[in-house]
């Protein structure tokens, strides 16, 4: 393959894109970010050191084809050479895409079909992909799932206690953030061999947050289930909620399906509780009672559905934090990491407070790592990959 690999990262308001050159082990180029592309679409690009390199704002709020567009110009003038494959994030893949998958018009339409079940999010994974079909037919096209890595779970981890014929329609646990956790499985075979074959808990803490059992670097459980909302306190994500909450939205005060999602997609979690902000650090700066007790949440249930991983794996060897929040805040790792003494896990407090990668004390039984993530890189990977450039 001739021309640098583009990953493109389509979300509700923004689109990530990122440059590699090819090979087994993609070499990171420059990168960027449209965010507000619903508002006022503004876009920042940095040099592989993060540096900013540029920054523009669009006069107007711009189809989201012309902003791939944009990027696409970018990204040639980067290496004055045309591309020579996408990498598409895609948020699911239903229970048929366990692996990446070339994009052609059979697989647009059977992600169509999938929309029903991520609706919030396939739609804009979809668009850069049709959109580059139709006027770039010969560039190749990767699609990588966030659920693929949880192919693994064993099916009763998959299940819901609902009639069967429920499941048969699509209806059961999938887990999201997959190309982050196949990517910290991957570092920790270089960084931790022997605790990489053992039993891990990865804890993805970003806007969107989740947690993953895995065994041998498989998935075998997971905090997120058949949609993004599930499990720990998120952003403005609710996490966790009895059924029986929604039966009282819709009976008390009359709401639809509309109204309820934006609740509990936009308007809940850390923004919610605090009444403030859905930032961490602007919740951990905050003096505000309802600040601290939207940071106490967020700890409570990380600690309890660590509890509940460390049942399901059996044991617990390694606990390791990545994305935003599990990546630079020390507060939250400590706090978190108290809970579980009984799990036989202690950290060394001035390892934690440098961010250093091993912060467990030297007698804990548990090792507790902080491991950077890189989406994107896994993507460049399965890219590489697919198209014989690695
Ligand atoms: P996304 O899911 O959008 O990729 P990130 O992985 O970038 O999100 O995580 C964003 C979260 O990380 C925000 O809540 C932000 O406050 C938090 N975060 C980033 N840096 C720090 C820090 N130094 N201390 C505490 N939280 C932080």
Known sequence: MKGPILTLNAGSSSLKFALFEPGATPVAGPKGIIDET??????????????????????????????????????????????????HRVVHGGSQFTAPQIVSDKLLADLDALVALAPLHEPHNIAPMRYL?????????????????????????????LPLHFEEEGVRRYGFHGLSYEYIAERLRQIAPERAAGRVIAAHLGNGASLCAMKDGQSIDTSMGFSALDGLVMGTRCGTLDPG?????????????????????????????????????????????????????????????????AASLGGLDALIFTAG???????????????????????????????????????????VLVVPTDEEYMIAKHVARAVGAA
């Open 325 to 367: 929040i599990g990546e630079h805040s020390p507060e939250i790792r400590k706090m978190t990491c108290e809970g579980l003494g009984w799990l036989g896990l202690s950290i060394d407090d001035a390892a934690n407070a440098r961010n250093d990668q091993r912060i467990s004390a030297a007698g804990s039984r548990v090792d």
């Open 133 to 161: 079909m139709e006027c770039n037919p010969n560039l190749p096209q990767i699609a990588c799932f966030d659920t693929s890595f949880h192919r693994t779970m064993p099916v009763t981890a998959t299940r819901f206690a």
């Open 245 to 309: 909450v929604i039966l009282h939205f819709m009976r008390r005060y009359g709401m639809g399906a509309a109204q309820i999602e934006s609740l509990l997609y936009n308007k809940s979690g850390l923004l919610g509780l605090s009444g403030l902000s859905p930032d961490m650090r602007n919740l951990l700066e905050s003096k505000e009672a309802a600040a601290k007790n939207a940071v106490a949440l967020f700890v409570f249930r990380l600690i309890r559905e660590i509890g509940a991983l």
């Open 38 to 87: 619903f508002s006022a679409p503004r876009m920042i690009t940095k040099d592989p050191s993060g540096r900013q390199t540029s920054e523009r704002t669009f006069p107007k709020v711009m189809p989201f084809p012309e902003l791939v567009r944009e990027v696409i110009g970018w990204a040639e003038d980067q290496y004055k050479t045309t591309l020579g494959a996408v990498g």
